[in-house]
């Protein structure tokens, strides 16, 4: 398990849906954290070195501006399930990659400029990884707002 300590825990429960679009974002997302721009630049450095965070960056609607995006499942043998996800994760249209306790137990989305891009990191993750990926393309948009406190 992963310790997060207190200013680490500020910088996720606080940057969670609330990063400011101005000219000096990490400066003013620091005011409010009580830190300083490179403070709060260094933290969020550390937590996506440590791993603690797999990403920082905004979340785009990826359909609105032309894209495409879908959710994926692979049944993945417990002892290559750490090779496979890095081989998946590799890929940059991949994101929200977790695992679940079932037989689909590697559930992932991909999201692309380009819808026709998303058979494609398909096509490379089965051949890469040799299983095969079950793609669930959206056919209703729900939105259910998610934050995680820690």
Avoid at 67 to 75: E, F, P, R, S, Y
Avoid at 84 to 103: D, G, I, L, Q, S
Avoid at 141 to 147: I, S
Wanted: aromatic residues 8%.
């Amino acid at each position: 398990m992963l310790y997060l300590d207190p200013t680490a825990r500020a910088i996720v429960n606080g940057l969670q849906g609330k990063f400011p679009l101005t000219s000096r974002p990490f400066r003013d997302a620091g005011r409010a954290l009580g830190l300083t721009e490179d403070e709060l630049i260094e933290g969020v450095r550390d937590l996506t070195d440590s791993g603690a965070l797999s990403r920082f960056g905004p979340l785009w609607n990826a359909e609105q501006i032309g894209g495409g995006v879908c959710l994926a499942a692979m049944a993945v043998p417990e002892a290559r399930f750490e090779e496979v996800a890095e081989k998946v994760n590799a890929h940059p249209e991949v994101a929200h990659n977790y695992e679940r306790t079932h037989r689909l137990n590697m559930w992932f989305v991909i999201s692309a400029d380009d819808p026709r891009k998303i058979e494609q990191v398909i096509a490379a993750i089965e051949r890469e990884t040799g299983l095969v990926v079950y793609a669930m393309p959206k056919a209703r948009e729900f939105f259910v707002g998610f934050r995680l406190e820690v």
